[in-house]
């Protein structure tokens, strides 16, 4: 990777996350290229090369979207959190970024989700749940003119492949890799037992109806309020997240099992 410009960005309330980012600063511009510090809370990211994202997932997620729909890589790196879309722990920030330099990476484009009429993009999910006085909403999913599911419960997950292994992975939802074209909807406590995860081409558009008042959450952000009746669309973003990773990185499935806690060589 052609690296001149790199923006470190840190959770402020993930310990030695700032170091990290010092650490990284530090070795880039030992070799002239140029490098910026900021916290997550507040930054843009205008003419660089590259973001590394340091904390967890959530750091990750928060990058992306102030990214978009600019199409900049993204780095991962984990503060000893689940860390499922990171590339390195911060131990390793120097090594990642000799990696980089030396082209040996990869860069991966991922899916995003777009709510329609909004311009709003989210990498893993959309979820549309009840209000938190009773925590329960009736539901339909519509993909075309065809209703896919219909019910009462807690609500629903659109989620992306990559989004597969977060919030819809807790809900019931399969395990799917993040490379598969398809989108996710994965019911969230939902009132019959015949409802199941359901799984759609990549390129459907996919309405949702809340028969009762509901809110609309984008990758764990509260985004707007549905009356009872009215409904949302979501489709597949016209631009995509760049995440780094590399070739020696532990393959999908083997990484997914340890980070869940399993030993990495049992089945799910």
Partial sequence: MDLKRVLFVYNAEKAGAEDAARTGASWCRKRDIQAQITSRQRFSAEAVDLVVAI????????????????????????????????????????????????????????????????????????????????????????????????????????????GASAYALACGGPVVHPHAECLLIAPVAPHRLDIRPVVLPAKSEVRVRARYPAEVWMDGDRVMQLQGGEEVGVKPAPAPTLLVSFPDEQPFFSRLRRKLGGSGKEGF
């Fill in 55 to 162: 904390g967890g997932d959530g750091t990750l997620l928060r990058v992306a979207t102030v990214l978009y729909p600019r199409e900049i890589p993204i780095l991962g790196v984990h503060m000893g959190s689940l860390g499922f879309l990171a590339a390195c722990e911060a131990s390793a920030i120097e090594q990642a970024l000799e990696k980089l330099l030396s082209g040996r990476e990869h860069v991966e484009a991922r899916l995003r989700l777009e709510l329609m009429g909004t311009g709003a993009t989210a990498l893993n999910d959309v979820a549309v749940l009840g209000t938190p006085d009773s925590r329960f909403t009736e539901i339909e999913v519509w993909s075309g003119d065809e209703l896919v599911m219909g019910f009462a419960g807690d609500g629903v997950l659109i989620a992306t492949p990559t």
